[in-house]
């Protein structure tokens, strides 16, 4: 069922979010190639083991047919490793959060798919409390920076810059997901789930020893594994997540995006848990509705 690994999906990348936050320095220019390293390394062990493991045969050519979806996805994330050096206005900021939403929209206009009149309100109920969860976030991580920042950090930090890396993020992965649902469309797919998956794991893999080789010979930057424990756990359920997401996007591709892109409220309740950041009311009341939603797509799959 595609909701039970739209569901895995949004709770693993909720997962990979909490350790992102953990693994970024802000201080470290190279931080977020450095976590575009891990992730691609742990992808790439994924697909070696699919090769030799899962599937009968997989086409190198695959690969080049998959790369406009591949590349959507790999820039976007690495402009949002970039976006987690301005964490306040960056991947708090509700711009990053509706790429699900303008996907569902792809979808609906140019795919021509639907849903119904309950998915269609959860969905609405989920988009609006992830925009809604951001913008919470924000505020409040805002007033607790500026209590600790100085005048000329605050206006850096709320700058143009900063506010481009989400607003880039939105506008590209959200071009990745609607290719995504072009490709995986279950009537008529381009390539088959497995190969989809092999193929962007393996492109990131590529990237990552592109990024390894101008890290270590050009910026002279060195990658110590034992020292990247919260990058490589990022990228673990980020690897895990991409797993399930991929057929669930086969299945649903104008419920899935705004669904999964409510992985938000499992960063923000695992910060709770791990990190003890605290809570308000505002924001469990925001978390309490997208769950309900959530349930809603639940009940009515199929």
Known sequence: MWFTSALLCLLCWGTADL???????????????KIAIAVGLVMGVQAIYMLLFVVDSYDPMDLIIYLPVSSMYILSMV?????????EVSLSSPLSNTSGAIAAVLAFFIMGQRMNSIQFIAVIMITVGVVSLSFLENRYATEESDLKQSPEERHYRLG???????????????LGTFLDGVYLN??????????????????????????????????????EIPKEKDKFLAALFETI???????????????????????AIVSVLLGRIVLKEKLTRAQYSVIAVIMVAIAMLGFYDG
Do not use: C, W
């Not at 992102?20 to 190639?33: M, Q, T, V």
């Not at 997401?245 to 299945?251: D, I, L, Q």
């Open 19 to 33: 350790f992102y936050k953990k693994g970024s320095a802000p201080n470290d220019r190279h931080s977020h190639l």
């Open 79 to 87: 402009i949002g490793y970039v976006g987690l050096r301005y964490l």
């Open 160 to 174: 143009a810059l900063a506010l481009i890396f989400p607003l880039l993020y939105a506008l590209i992965d959200s």
């Open 186 to 223: 279950e009537n008529d797919p381009i390539l088959s789930e497995d190969s989809a998956l092999i193929s962007y794991e393996l492109t990131f893999l590529i990237v990552a020893i592109v990024i390894f080789i101008y890290l270590s010979l050009i910026k002279k930057q060195r990658f």
């Open 241 to 263: 997540g991409q797993f399930f997401y991929v057929p669930a996007m086969a299945s649903n591709a104008i419920i899935v995006p705004p669904m999964i892109a409510s992985y």
